[in-house]
């Protein structure tokens, strides 16, 4: 079993940055693979991004590519995401989420474990 706790959310003016972090307790989060992803109300939750269990490789949406970066400490249990040059239209409540297995995946449906949520509102 793992537990993923996100923190880092916040109030934000667009053009800034902020950084998300999740801490995973249980074992083997080295051999799990973590995604980011944000939902909006009414909306379906929506993938941001993902790295793989070495942190090697990473794959993001079109819509944060050169904007948000992902990355993992597994000796810390720590997976990040630095998220800058923030826009208006990158509010939402983001989640992180892992999966076993060293390939991440888009689709949150692959996804085992997810933390509650951080709430990060972009102000114009």
């Known amino acids: 079993q793992v537990q993923l706790v996100e923190s880092g959310g916040g109030l934000a003016q667009a053009g800034g940055s902020l950084r998300l972090s999740c801490a995973a307790s249980?074992?083997?989060?080295?051999?799990?693979?973590m995604g980011w992803f944000r939902q909006t109300p009414g909306k379906e939750r929506e993938f941001v991004g993902a790295?793989?269990?070495?942190?090697?490789?990473?794959y993001y949406a079109d819509s944060v590519k050169g904007r948000f970066t992902i990355s993992r400490v597994n000796a810390k249990n720590t997976v990040y995401l630095q998220m800058d040059s923030l826009k208006p239209e990158d509010t939402a409540v983001y989640y992180c989420?892992?999966?076993?297995?060293?390939?991440?995946?888009?689709?949150?449906?692959?996804?085992?474990?997810w933390g509650q949520g951080t709430q990060v509102t972009v102000t114009s």
């Open positions: 790295i793989a269990w070495s942190g090697i490789d990473s």
């Open positions: 989420a892992g999966k076993r297995g060293t390939y991440y995946s888009s689709s949150p449906h692959a996804y085992e474990y």
């Open positions: 249980g074992r083997s989060f080295s051999s799990y693979a």
